[in-house]
């Protein structure tokens, strides 16, 4: 690995901020198909299930209620993404920082690992809220928007090792595609997108599970599940099977590798804006 600028938290948390705008516009109608087949009814014996796959439920959502069906419950992620994104950078950043003995330091994958973990416990709180908020809304549930912590425990299982290889992934892709000679911070655009849609596809593959168990149990009537997410795994396995855990895999896989390229792309304008204006912050 070849010499790294100073990490500032702080720059972190702004471009951060901005990087998580750019994924929501990119990311969030295939996020509201990922959502609608992972809670979807399972078909009664002899009728066929009410969507067939990403591709029909996007047809379908689309047929029915046009581009705006879409783009449902998109309010909720953008004010809760720009402040989560934001955090979850500048815990990236923390988490760098905290391992560093000087600032020259470069740390090792997994110190960068361990640093992207920490990121995960840092959003949580922030997270938490708005997806549960965000479920409902895609849904069009109205009663229980109250308890909107429900869940927080499978948002933490799902998003600290997630984070940890996210993280990780960029920072490894970003060293790989550096030219020798060059500074990571000199990357192309073209070098960031794949390094960032990348970084994405890894996050989710790691995510998938728990976040399928997420969504069906913050989704569901009060007191379904007193068990919490280990009713939520049982059931889903014993009626439809270990694969039910990769519910909307196509869908995710399709909306990781963009929402994160933009997300990765949105970080490193802003960074290097950021790094013009205030160099020595």
């Known amino acids: 690995m070849s010499k790294q600028q100073p990490i500032s938290p702080l720059k972190n948390f702004f471009a951060g901020g901005f990087g998580g705008v750019c994924l929501v ?22 009728e066929s299930a009410l969507y067939g796959g990403t591709f029909d439920c996007f047809k379908k959502t689309l047929a029915k209620e046009g581009l705006r069906g879409l783009y449902k419950g998109m309010a909720a992620p953008i004010i809760g993404v720009t402040p989560m994104f ?24 997994p110190q960068l690992f361990a640093a ?27 009663n229980g ?25 960029y920072e490894w892709l970003k060293y790989s595609l550096t030219p020798e000679g060059k500074s990571p911070t000199e990357l192309s655009v073209p070098s960031i997108l794949f390094a960032g849609g990348m970084a994405g ?14 969504s069906r149990f913050q989704t ?20 439809e099977g270990i694969g039910s855990l990769y519910k909307g895999f196509t869908a995710v896989m399709l ?13 490193e304008v802003a960074m290097k804006f950021l790094n013009w204006i205030a160099p020595n912050l």
């Open 25 to 46: 516009f990119a990311g969030h109608p295939l996020d509201t198909i990922k959502v609608r087949l992972q809670t979807q009814s399972k078909p009664r014996p002899g």
């Open 86 to 109: 934001a955090v979850c950078f500048f815990g990236f950043g923390i988490g760098k920082k905290l391992q560093q003995k000087t600032p020259d330091d470069v740390l090792t994958y």
């Open 116 to 142: 992207g973990m920490l990121s995960g416990v840092f959003t949580t709180a922030i997270m938490a809220p708005g997806e549960r908020i965000k479920c409902l809304l895609q849904l069009y549930r109205e």
């Open 145 to 169: 928007i109250r308890s909107i912590y429900k869940g927080t425990a499978l948002t933490l299982m799902r998003d600290v090792p997630a984070s940890g290889m996210y993280f990780m992934t």
């Open 201 to 214: 596809i890894f996050n989710w593959a790691v995510a998938i599970p728990p976040d399928v168990l997420k």
């Open 220 to 239: 569901a009537p009060e007191g379904k599940y007193p068990n919490g997410f280990r009713d939520v795994l049982r059931e889903l396995v014993r009626e």
């Open 255 to 267: 909306r990781a590798f963009p929402a994160n390229a933009a997300c990765f792309l949105g970080f």
